[in-house]
């Protein structure tokens, strides 16, 4: 149970997983913050718009009532025409009454004028004064075809006190003494003034547009001014489209700035639209500052996982480093650099195993240096860790890469020779035995040289273990002492 924890633990904790888990992290973490601010500023546009559309249709709802009172008017004064064919309605009392009656509450804001056939307009409440001649702009009325309200441009100083008004006309059916039609001159100002309180608080407008693109009527008046044209905007095809609508603009179309959201209402039986507008970085203020914070809180959570990832990455390096010297310290001899007894008993056993399942073959090599406690007692164990030392590269440069030298004891090592016959085991121990033969160490007692015995075996399938193994090796290394040293001897 500890191995397989450790183990688990070991494929946790390396550094491509924690790279890994991370970028993930890191990765999840921003795609959430990139689709909620999406969503955020979907949803802001969304809710701007769907207030702009209310706002709309209810300014839609309110001129149409004024368009209707004004029809109404119209119909009254023309039904009285009607009834009244003597009757002089520039002059006639009654007629007088009838429109002072109509424009109760309203005089300070509208202004009731016939509308003769040379273009004049008569104040039906101010003496039946005719207007000057230059009156051009009511005197398109004089030109009306047809049925309906047709609305004028905006004229100057002909609303009630001499300010802007907005002409709104219609034609008799029957013209009487010379009377054309009827002309309702609404101030402006009082119209804007409803407009303004009505409008979107932050950076909104709301306009009166006629199809042909004049703005008649804009709160507030910065922009497009009363009689101003549309008509050029690339957008006005789409908002005097019919019926009702949105559209968020990458540029205004009457104003400077970046861009607005309009909402648009299309009123066919009066030729006009409104249009209720907010600017596009006022409606996304909010969204832009929950955003900071969003991306804000982000950095400040990836930044500590940037710097929990980095000092977990000098983390197990600096393990990955202590691991590697201390399994080079648990598998290798510190002075030599050559396997160590345990490391060399296990590398052992699993080739032995091979070669009881008849996959492998397996020779082992021990050596003893002849007399090594006598050199190192002798010359110091400085000149013995030398003997030790050479001996170890003059064996290295006879084996390959795949064979294993391990230290045993103070002068005995092992070597495995795997997928080796004793016939080849026997020359690589030759070779070793010649090159040790040439080792000369210089020391202040002269020069030290030493020769080696070896004891040569052949792993076997009926081995039951390492131990018997080592054991017969062993044998065979006595023998070699035992006939005189420096020799090689089979067991």
Not at 265 to 281: G, N, R
Not at 429 to 442: F, L, S
Not at 446 to 458: E, H, I, L, Q
């Amino acid at each position: 149970m500890p191995k397989a924890t450790s183990k688990h633990l070991e494929e946790w904790a390396n550094p491509r997983t924690v790279i890994l888990t991370t970028t993930l992290l890191l990765a999840a973490l921003w795609v959430v913050v990139a689709v909620s601010a999406t969503t955020a500023r979907q949803y802001s546009i969304a809710t701007a718009s769907d207030l702009l559309q209310r706002m709309t249709l209810a300014v839609d709802v309110q001129t149409r009532q004024h368009m209707r009172l004004f029809d109404a008017l119209f119909i009254a004064c023309e039904h009285w025409l009607t009834e009244n064919p003597g009757r002089d309605p520039r002059h006639d009392p009654g007629f007088h009454k009838l429109v002072a009656d109509l424009g109760v509450g309203a005089r300070d804001r509208l202004a009731i004028r016939l509308l003769d056939e040379q273009g004049r307009t008569v104040d039906v409440l101010n003496s039946a004064a005719a207007s000057p001649a230059g009156d051009a702009d009511a005197g398109e009325a004089a030109h009306l075809a047809g049925e309906g309200i047709h609305i004028g441009n905006p004229i100057a100083h002909q609303a009630p006190g001499g300010r802007p008004g907005l002409p709104i006309m219609r034609a008799f059916k029957r013209p009487s003494h010379g009377i054309r039609g009827l002309v309702v001159v609404v101030d402006l100002a009082t119209l804007t003034g409803i407009y303004d309180q009505q409008r979107p608080p932050t950076g909104g407008a709301i306009a009166l547009v006629r199809h042909d693109g004049t703005v008649l009527a804009r709160a507030p008046e910065e922009g497009a001014p009363p009689g101003r044209t549309l008509a050029t905007a690339p957008y006005w095809r789409q908002l005097a489209s019919p019926g009702r609508g949105v559209l968020v603009l990458d540029a205004p179309m009457d104003t400077a700035g970046t861009g607005e959201i309009v909402a648009y209402s299309s009123m066919a039986e009066y030729s006009l639209t409104v249009l209720v507008s907010e600017d596009y970085d006022q409606v996304l203020a909010p969204w832009r500052r929950q955003t900071l914070w969003v991306l804000l809180l982000a950095c400040g959570i990836t930044a500590p996982m940037l710097v929990v990832a980095y000092r977990s990455l000098r983390l197990l390096k600096a393990l990955a480093l202590q691991d590697a010297q201390l399994h080079r310290l648990a598998t290798s001899d510190p002075l030599t650099g050559t396997g160590s007894r345990q490391h060399f008993v296990e590398t052992l056993d699993a080739d032995l195993a091979r070669v009881r399942s008849g996959d492998a073959s397996l020779t082992v090599l021990l050596f003893d240096i002849d007399f090594f406690k006598r050199l190192n007692d002798g010359y110091g164990h400085a000149v013995g860790d030398q003997v030790l030392i050479s001996f170890v590269g003059a064996a290295k440069s006879c084996l390959r890469d795949e064979d294993l030298i391990g230290r045993l004891g103070a002068g005995e090592f092992a070597i495995l020779l795997p997928n080796t016959g004793v016939d080849r085991a026997l020359r690589v121990a030759a070779r070793i035995r010649e090159q040790t033969a040439r080792i000369a160490i210089a020391t202040d007692d002269g020069t030290v040289r030493f020769t080696s015995s070896t004891g040569v075996t052949a792993a076997l399938a009926t081995d039951a273990s390492t131990d018997v193994l080592l054991k017969r090796a062993g044998v065979a290394l006595h023998q070699a002492k035992a006939k005189g040293y420096d020799r090689i001897e089979v067991a």
